[in-house]
């Protein structure tokens, strides 16, 4: 019989997967999986279990968020597990997820769609040593999925995010930053950046409609430092597929880029985040790995 090891975090979004887990239990026996459950209660404990467990599995099936998603994936690439992996959303915004046409809250259909699809080759980021998913972020606005009270993410979405970040913008400043590449050397003046593996981020899923997760390519779009005025305008473009076309954004789509934040006394603008969580501190070393993990999904 084929083994499945399930992973799940309870605290995820609306806490209720735990009220699916029999159909999901269902849907993976039906298809000749004996499954394996982990649950996990702690920081660092999803990393542990993956290091130590069995290497004998045909399935690894993981249940949250980004964060979440993230934590299994970097635990596979440090063991080089080549397993195929199973996505279950049930965080909050599900960027990754939402790319791959999974719909958070219709556990049996992601089941399905996982039991009953071949698993794609995709790509992952690596950056300073740590591997993403979906996005690695710098600038202003990277600290909103910290500062968002978790009443409010789980009453409002991915509409929270956009709520705190209309909460800052009388703080914004313009920050320098310089972007090497395989091809150029960009020094500007930004608000933020994100480096996207898929199309978008924070429930926005049209900030770089031509992104592949299969083209070997990061998308990179800077925010530019205009005035704050102009940003609304600019921000509606997210949501018609423009945003990357205006004069206001740096965009460039390359395999690998360094990032350096060239201003040094502002140690604040160094944070950066990677698929939502706290990411390494610049300079960043951005290289895609082409085609490095399965997933399931309708893409």
Do not use: W
């Amino acid at each position: 019989m084929k083994k499945c090891k399930l992973i799940y975090n309870p605290y995820s979004g609306s806490k209720t997967f735990k009220f699916d887990l029999d159909i999901c239990i269902s849907v993976f026996q039906k298809a000749g999986y004996e499954v394996h459950i982990f649950r996990t209660i702690k920081s660092g404990d999803i990393r542990e279990h993956i290091l130590t467990m069995d290497m004998d599995y045909d399935l690894i099936v993981v249940s949250g968020g980004d964060g979440t998603i993230n934590i299994v994936v970097n635990a596979m690439m440090e063991r080089n597990m080549d397993i195929p992996l199973g996505v279950i959303p049930s965080g909050t915004a599900n960027d990754f997820a939402t790319f791959l046409g999974l719909k958070t809250g219709n556990v049996e259909e992601c089941c399905n769609v996982i039991t009953t699809e071949k698993p794609k080759k995709i790509d992952i980021g690596i950056v300073n040593g740590q591997y993403f998913i979906n996005v690695c972020a710098g600038g202003l606005f990277t600290n909103v999925s910290q500062n968002v009270d978790k009443d409010l993410k789980h009453a409002l979405g991915s509409l929270s995010y956009y709520i705190k970040g209309i909460e800052q913008l009388t703080n914004f400043k313009k920050i320098p930053f310089r972007i090497t590449t395989e091809q150029e050397v960009v020094e500007e003046d930004l608000y933020l950046f994100l480096v996207l593996n898929s199309a978008g981020t924070g429930g926005f899923n049209h900030i770089a409609p031509s992104a592949s997760i299969t083209d070997g390519m990061f998308d990179f779009v800077g925010i530019k430092a205009k005035p704050v005025i102009e940003l609304p305008k600019l921000f509606f473009k997210i949501f018609n597929g423009e945003f990357v076309k205006d004069s206001g954004v740096l965009y460039l789509k390359r395999k690998q880029f360094q990032i350096e934040c060239l201003d040094i006394e502002n140690l604040q603008f160094h944070e950066t985040t990677v698929d939502g969580e706290l990411g390494p501190a610049m300079p960043l070393n951005i290289t895609v790995i082409p085609r490095k993990l399965g997933i399931f999904g309708k893409f």
